[in-house]
């Protein structure tokens, strides 16, 4: 390959193409998810999002020597099928981190649950796991962390006494062999485990949890709180169990413009680093990423103490909006599947907290330093 006249094969999705990628030759924008065989014929690279499976019945006979996921996770690239044909791959991980982490710290102010003073249990600590672990040590809560493949990690515990935390985070990715699997590693021995009053956030990947057996349980009346953001058989979920959560959004957890944008922009590092492409990377401010903008300055509208630091929050990302959506959604007279894509594809703008600052004395010291530590200051 050489830098000029690439033809580049992306999903429509993916944020910021031209900017990355335009000066290499020419874009054309898929839909990822019907994205079949025949457009990859004159394909040098292909750019993919979560949504589309790459492998042999994609890829054989066409000329893509690069695939890059801008995404965190990588189940739906046949890797070992790709290295045998000598394609270079790369995802994305850590780049949509933070996002998911404050999409957690805002679905429980939107809930009225005080992180303060509750025990947190992480159940998988990579890239997003790991940031929302190392926040909760800076802001002193407890935390248990269930990583089969991190036994060393400091709050290392089994799965049984994570689940049995005040706040339950899921952000495995999934694993559908090898030693520790991770498909329906939650299935409905382990969501007895969950106590009255917790809070379930499930933001990884829908098929850790067993959907059947969470329907089963919250039908039957169990009383812990659900924030579901995957789900199984994404996009055609299960609007039965959509009725039944507290709150339920389209898999967006990581769609800040922030983790979108660096999640192009690490595949185009990619691009240079496997020596594919030697032109330099575009500047971050042509792409507007972090630190091009001015921080928006914002007042509480509600008294001191956690109403105030949750009430912050919330101006900036409220999920409760996206389940608004997503319900209305299942009313319509689109199909399920239809209308779930076309709420990502559409997804409006939304900023991580470092965009913004606290005006004035609105907020005590301690909340503060709390909200600080999240990238609100």
């Not at 994205?35 to 040098?44: I, V």
């Not at 249990?121 to 796991?129: D, L, Q």
Request: with cysteine; hydrophobic share 40%.
């Amino acid at each position: 390959m050489t830098d000029s006249g690439l033809t580049i094969v992306a999903d429509e999705n993916i944020p910021a193409l031209e900017e990355y990628f335009g000066d290499l030759g020419e874009i054309q924008r898929v839909n990822g998810r019907s994205l079949g065989r025949e457009q990859l014929l004159r394909a040098d690279i292909l750019l993919v999002r979560s949504v589309t499976t790459v492998d042999e019945s994609l890829l054989a006979g066409t000329p893509v020597r690069f695939v890059g996921s801008c995404t965190i996770g990588t189940d739906h690239l046949d890797t070992a099928w790709l290295e045998r044909q000598d394609i270079t791959w790369s995802a994305a991980p850590g780049c949509n981190a933070n996002s998911v982490v404050e999409y957690v710290f805002c679905a429980l102010a939107s809930l009225g649950a005080d992180w303060r003073g509750r025990s947190f249990g992480i159940v998988g600590c990579g890239n997003v796991g790991g940031l929302l672990q190392r926040r909760l040590r800076e802001l002193g809560i407890p935390c248990a962390v269930y990583d089969p493949w991190l036994p060393d990690n400091p709050d290392a515990a089994d799965l049984q006494r994570v689940l049995q935390q005040d706040v339950i985070c899921l952000h495995a990715p999934l694993v559908k062999g090898g030693p520790h699997p991770s498909l329906h590693m939650i299935g409905a021995e382990q969501l007895a485990h969950i106590k009255d009053g917790a809070v379930l956030i499930s933001a990884g990947r829908g098929a850790v949890i067993d959907n059947a057996a969470l329907l089963e349980l919250l039908r039957k009346g169990k009383h812990f709180t659900t924030v579901l953001d995957v789900w199984e058989n994404e996009p055609d979920i299960d609007t039965a169990l959509l009725e039944l959560v507290d709150i339920g959004t389209p898999h967006i957890a990581g769609y800040s413009l922030d983790g979108k944008l660096s999640g192009t922009r690490m595949i185009r590092e990619a691009l240079e680093n496997a020596q594919i492409v030697s032109a330099p990377l575009p500047s971050e401010e042509r792409a507007g990423e972090k630190g091009s903008r001015g921080k928006t300055r914002l007042v509480p509208g509600a008294p001191g103490g956690f109403a105030a630091m949750a009430d912050l929050l919330l101006q900036i990302y409220d999920p409760r909006n996206d389940d608004r959506r997503l319900r209305n959604a299942v009313a319509g007279e689109i199909p399920m599947a239809q209308s779930f894509d076309r709420l990502r594809r559409d997804y409006p703008q939304r900023l991580e907290f470092c965009h913004f600052s606290i005006a004035g004395n609105a907020l005590d010291a301690a909340g503060r330093r709390q909200l600080a530590i999240l990238g609100l200051d």
